[in-house]
């Protein structure tokens, strides 16, 4: 009966801390906007949860999350496909790909930066809203009538 209860909460877990490490990723390619040869990066997000989630329903225990937590920033800031403590592979980041060259070889374009910042930004609040109501849902759930 717990698991059901908390699987809805792990999948968002799940998908806040990628969102948050995604915001991190897009944040120092801002940073480093005027960076002579820099490469923007950034991951697919739906894939980074597909496979974080299809590892954490194999069973891989309690400690997910934080193990997900403590490797996600150094596998992402080493630039490759690693796996995490629980066997859970975490995002792989990608060059991005740059609509026009510029003379300093950065491939960091604002216009594209700032919307993917915005738009992760409204997908993070979403994601805590719905952490939010499926915790008042549960509480909800185990009042006693005479709770009201």
Known sequence: MINRLTDSLDFHAQALQLRAERQRVIA???ANADTP????????FATALRNATT?????AGSSRTSAL???LGTDIAAGVMRRAADG???PELRYAVPSQTSADSNTVDMDRERAAFVDNSVNYE???RFINGSVRTMLD????????
């Open 141 to 148: 759930a185990m009042k006693s009538p005479n709770q009201g």
């Open 126 to 128: 979403a994601t805590l």
């Open 69 to 71: 937590a403590g490797t």
């Open 28 to 30: 120092s390619n801002i």
């Open 37 to 44: 040869g820099y490469q923007a990066r950034d991951f697919d």
């Open 88 to 90: 859970r592979p975490a």
């Open 55 to 59: 590892a954490m329903g194999a069973g």
